[in-house]
């Protein structure tokens, strides 16, 4: 026998197929217990309802129900109090869990691990968790829009210039501008939702991938633990991940939206624009320049959402090639998983913060909102509306009055009448009712446009429908 092989005995939860140790190699790189002991709770309840289970259906003894309810009830006490010893050799919280109980309960111990595997086992752990993760991430995006729609009520009418191709396009409201973000971040809670009703199926009593011949009731276990149903079928049952991928491409997605963002109020905060600041509280300074105030937080914001999307592209790598039902390889989707909520419930709440933080200078972005012939459409359209030329033609004869206004190095609303009448002799005194910033929101009218009066009604709206 090699030195190795003496050093200790099997596993002694598994060991009876084996009388060697592992190699300390493969001790490390088998526990999963430095980062799963954050299903304790979810474990523990699992447990708790197998047991209770196996006891209503004459599996267990219901004073054996007891003591292992009782049992882990008290392990759950040590957790959270810190007394409790997690052991990487045991690899895992279950077998952590597992072999503490047998040291409080002795022999009853040993029959909570019937009719169930630790395949169905990590899965309902892992499904419980991910629950309460999109619960608390819907609440995270709720109060996000909440802060979204109060700055929407404060500046229903403070125009700023709306872009594409980050080029002047037309001028909008900043109100408008906040709900555009209220309505993304309302798709990101419909997927949350949509995300939670297609995971409530309980995958426990699947045990390894084939069931078990023991006459369990899964459907009391599923009622137990808040499910809406059991999962069908034992094989998908523990090959199944999608839950975990699924809330990884929402989260992705939200994170997108936050970074989008993140990286207007960036732009907005510069010297160039000065559209907005972020207090002290939000912003650092530099380490040799005193005059510095970085949106950090912004930054920061922005950069996290590649660790999200990370973690979704290695969860589909880990799980690309694996055959049914269950390998080792799945022990990989907790930790993106962990990191990737801690992390956007970070940005959301960080997020949240700077938009209730936000600053604006309403002049700045009133005045950049008239630069960039930001009223050229509102001029087409009236050639429209007034002489009646065809819109192709109107906008033909708008170009041209630009490039004029453009040489002139003036706003189209400071051309004198006869210059544009040079261009189109069909054009009246009337034109210059629409060629201001505010003449041009007040008139978006149609149904989720900027004007001001409709960016009240929305934001009255959107309380309705989100808060």
């Known amino acids: 026998m090699t030195n190795k092989q003496a050093r200790a005995p099997a596993n002694a939860l598994w060991g009876g197929r084996f009388e060697a140790a592992s190699d300390d190699l493969m001790e490390r790189i088998n526990a999963s217990i430095g980062f799963d002991q954050r299903l304790y709770a979810q474990d523990i309840a699992g447990s708790k309802a197998h047991a209770a289970m196996l006891a209503e259906c004459g599996i267990i003894s219901n004073q054996d129900g007891d003591a292992i309810a009782q049992g882990l009830d008290t392990i759950q006490g040590e957790i959270e109090a810190g007394t409790f010893e997690f052991k990487t050799a045991l690899e895992d919280i279950h077998m952590n869990v597992e072999a503490r109980l047998a040291e409080l309960i002795g022999e009853p111990a040993g029959r909570l691990h019937t009719a169930r595997s630790r395949n169905d086992q990590v899965a309902t752990d892992l499904k419980l968790w991910v629950r309460e993760a999109l619960d608390r991430l819907d609440d995270a995006l709720k109060a996000l829009q909440a802060a979204l729609i109060a700055q929407a009520e404060a500046h229903t009418d403070t125009i700023m210039p709306g872009f ?12 408008h501008h906040m709900l555009a973000y209220v309505e993304m971040f309302g798709r990101d809670r419909g997927r949350v939702r949509d995300a939670r009703a297609r995971m409530n199926e309980s995958p426990l009593g699947a045990a390894a991938l084939a069931g078990t011949s023991f006459p369990i009731d899964r459907a009391m276990t599923a009622k137990a633990l808040g499910f809406e149903r059991p999962t069908a079928n034992s094989l998908d049952t523990v090959a199944d991940r999608d839950f975990a991928l699924e809330y990884l491409g929402l989260a992705a997605i939200a994170a997108v939206h936050l970074s989008r963002f993140a990286d207007e109020i960036v732009i907005w905060s510069t010297a160039p624009f000065a559209f907005v600041s972020l207090s002290d509280a939000f912003s650092t300074g530099s380490s040799i320049m005193p005059q510095k105030r970085n949106p950090d937080a912004a930054e920061l914001v922005r950069a996290k959402s590649g660790r999200i999307i990370g973690a979704l592209s290695g969860l589909l790598v880990v799980l690309k090639g694996l055959p049914l039902a269950y390998s080792k390889d799945m022990q990989e989707d907790k930790e993106p998983i962990f990191d990737a909520a801690d992390t956007l419930e970070l940005m959301l709440a960080a997020m949240a913060g700077m938009v209730g933080d936000l600053s604006l200078s309403p002049e700045a972005m009133r005045v950049a909102a008239a630069g960039g012939f930001s009223t050229a459409t ?12 065809p819109f192709r033609e109107a906008h033909h004869v708008t170009g041209r009055i630009v490039k004029l206004a453009e040489e002139r190095g003036c706003g189209l609303e400071a051309l004198d009448l006869k210059a544009m009448q040079d261009v189109d002799p069909r054009i009246t005194e009337e034109v210059f009712e629409v060629l201001s910033v505010e003449k041009s929101v007040a008139s978006r009218t149609s149904l989720g446009g900027t004007a001001p ?3 009240k009604a929305a ?8 808060l």
Do not use: S
């Open 164 to 175: 594409t191709h980050l080029q002047t396009a037309q001028p909008v409201t900043f109100g």
């Open 378 to 389: 509102d001029l087409a359209d009236w050639l429209v509306r007034g002489p009646g030329l």
């Open 453 to 455: 009066k409709n960016v």
């Open 459 to 466: 934001a009255a709206a959107a309380k309705e429908r989100f």
